[in-house]
């Protein structure tokens, strides 16, 4: 083994251009393969940041449509000590109105939250361009095209009409930006102590229970245990990706095309060293010949190859994750958004970067084989032979 | 004197639709410690006949033993031991390995058959290099010795496993007559001091007189044979 490694590192070491070339070669390769691979991902963890980020991944739902759910609390409760991959949990009483405008009348949906506890879900805080997010009493803040386009303003009092007919002021304290325009658009956000007054629900009611969770991947499972743990059948556990097919189905199709990528980059880079490899048995097949006349035998001479393929996986390894995360660094750097934020955000992700450099040596060793298999064929005499 | 070296009608033949026979039932015993001369023309067959001594080839038929062991039965791994502990090869164009320098040349064979040096074999390796003249380049990769450096070099090699057997095609083919001359005595001091057994191809027929026996090889077979003990 150390004289097969010895020789290898020599035969390298000799030829310094072709080997920096090879290695080179393999760098290219796995730089691509981090490359696209943290491009995807980091595009995937954006979007899906962007999608279910802020929102609920589990909600808990009346069973019938428009009624409320009775003693959220005790649900409450019973979610938060039975399931510990609950990160966040927020009750809601939403529901539709109108928001009186001088002489017209604008349909929103008042949504009543615990303003800590629905923070950790929508980060209000983050969200609010113009005063804050804490509100007492009948104190609410709106969407920002809520606002602009009606023309409303911070402190000023407004009528809001339920569909039933009774009429509550509330005071506007600010607006928030949830990036998605269906929400500014719509949006009213109060205590939900003041959305049980507007609406009349008792203490104990809510419309909804939301909820994050640890895995969001993990939310079709969780809420089918949720059923069938649950006693309560004037309840319904909706989970996200039941509601987003179309967005699983389009980041299941990206993965599978970045995987195709790259595995067909890594196949060519395992052929370029393969055929590389080979023709250094040539090069090398009277060193080997003297070799086996004195005596080396074929697993030792085979090994050589394996090793110089396991030195060159290394080398073009290390390598292609430098330059690959430079590629990932430049992008990062260069390819920005108008407001100065990455296009796609980075995201560096190091077991994927530490499996393709794995990857590197796996498939440049296994690239050797064939030139390891035809040096051990080699025969001394022909060398002897022919000089 | 026990025969180190022994053939028993070998036969080699090349190739397998145009079929050339190269040799012809030869027979030949080798005594040890002795210094044996092979001439003979080019083409007629006393390359072959080394290589097959050397078990670099095989016979197409015949027995080879090899130090009492019978070698054209052998496995390529058998043979590769075989080769590394009983046999030192010297050729005519040198075959050192260039990446490595003269003195990790030397030791080659030792490394092959050990997988490790230590302080007592780089003694012998410094003294060897000694012996054949190359204190000043022991440290100089092959490639950039002159022809007779790195035969000298190929010599100390041969040397490194205390041998039974030298085995030399040509060994001074390529060099001038008055390093071919140094050569031989070396080669001689060696077959002395060491007691080693060497069978030499040579064309010069000055060489051949100062061996202990000569053999002529013509057309595949042994033509004449005189020892002179």
Do not use: C
Not at chain 1, 317 to 326: A, D, R, S, V
């Amino acid at each position: 083994m150390r004289l097969a490694f010895r020789i290898a590192l020599r035969f390298l070491t000799s030829s310094k251009g072709q080997t920096a070339l090879i290695a080179v070669g393999i760098a290219v390769g796995i730089s691509v393969q981090i490359f696209i691979g943290s491009l995807i991902e980091g595009l995937q963890i954006s979007l899906l940041d962007a999608t279910i980020g802020s929102a609920s991944h589990i909600t808990v739902n009346p069973s019938e449509k428009n009624t409320p759910i009775d003693d959220s609390g005790d649900i409450e409760t019973w979610l938060s000590t039975n399931y510990s991959e609950i990160k966040a949990l927020s009750p809601t009483l939403s529901k539709g109105a109108f928001l009186k405008i001088d002489d017209v009348t604008e349909q929103i949906i008042f949504r009543g939250f615990d303003s800590e506890k629905a923070n950790t879900i929508y980060k209000f805080d983050e969200a609010m361009i113009e005063g804050s997010f804490n509100l007492t009493g009948n104190e609410v803040v709106v969407g920002k095209d809520l606002a602009l386009e009606n023309d409303l303003k911070v402190g000023d009092d407004y009528d809001i009409i339920t569909p039933e007919g009774s009429v509550s002021t509330v005071r506007i304290v600010g607006y928030f930006d949830l990036k998605v325009a269906a929400i500014n658009k719509s949006w009213m956000i109060g205590t939900i102590d003041e959305a049980r007054t507007i609406f009349g629900y008792e203490d104990h009611q809510i419309t909804a229970l939301e909820m994050q969770i640890e895995t969001p991947f993990d939310a079709d499972l969780l809420s089918k245990l949720m059923i069938s743990d649950s006693v309560r059948n004037d309840i319904s556990f909706d989970n996200w990706k039941a509601q987003n097919e179309q967005l699983l189905s389009g980041l299941n199709g990206q993965s599978t095309s970045s995987l195709m990528i790259q595995v067909f980059v890594v196949i060519s880079v395992v052929l370029g060293i393969a055929s590389v490899l080979a023709i250094t048995v040539l090069q090398k097949s009277r060193q080997l010949g003297i070799l086996k006349a004195m005596g080396i035998n074929d697993r030792t001479s085979s090994l050589v190859f394996l090793f110089q393929g396991f030195i060159l996986g290394i080398l073009g390894g290390i390598l292609g994750i430098i330059f690959g995360l430079g590629l990932l660094l430049s992008f990062s750097k260069f390819a920005l958004n108008a407001d100065g934020t990455p296009v796609v955000p980075i995201f560096i992700n190091y077991s994927f970067i530490g499996l393709s450099g794995l990857i590197a040596v796996t498939a440049s060793t296994l690239a050797s084989i064939i030139p390891a298999l035809k040096s051990k064929k080699l025969s001394p005499i022909e060398v002897i032979k022919n000089g | 004197m026990d025969n180190v070296i022994k053939l028993n009608n070998v036969n080699k033949i090349y190739g397998t639709t145009i079929k050339t026979q190269v040799l012809f039932d030869v027979d030949l015993a080798v005594q040890q410690g002795s210094f044996n001369g092979i001439i003979g023309a080019s083409g007629s067959g006393k390359s072959t006949l080394l290589n097959i001594v050397g078990t670099l080839d095989k016979p197409t038929s015949g027995e080879v033993f090899i130090g009492g062991q019978r070698t054209d039965q052998m496995n390529k791994n058998e043979l590769a031991r075989l080769r590394n502990e009983t046999i030192g090869f010297i050729f005519q164009f040198h075959y050192l390995l260039p990446e490595f320098t003269a003195f990790e040349n030397v030791l080659m064979p030792y490394y092959i058959k050990n997988k490790k040096i230590d302080r007592k074999m780089e003694a012998r390796a410094h003294e060897l290099m000694d012996l054949v003249g190359l204190s000043k380049v022991k440290n100089n990769l092959a490639g950039n010795m002159s022809g007779g450096q790195q035969q000298r070099t190929a010599i100390a090699r041969s040397l490194i496993n205390n041998p039974k057997i030298i085995l030399a095609d040509e060994p001074t083919g390529n060099l001038d007559s008055e390093t071919t001359e140094i050569i031989y005595e070396l080669l001689r001091d060696i077959n002395k001091d060491f007691g080693t057994t060497f069978v030499v191809i040579t064309h010069d027929r000055r060489i051949a007189e100062k061996t202990d026996r000569i053999i002529e090889i013509k057309d595949g077979k042994i033509y004449t044979d005189f020892a002179r003990f």
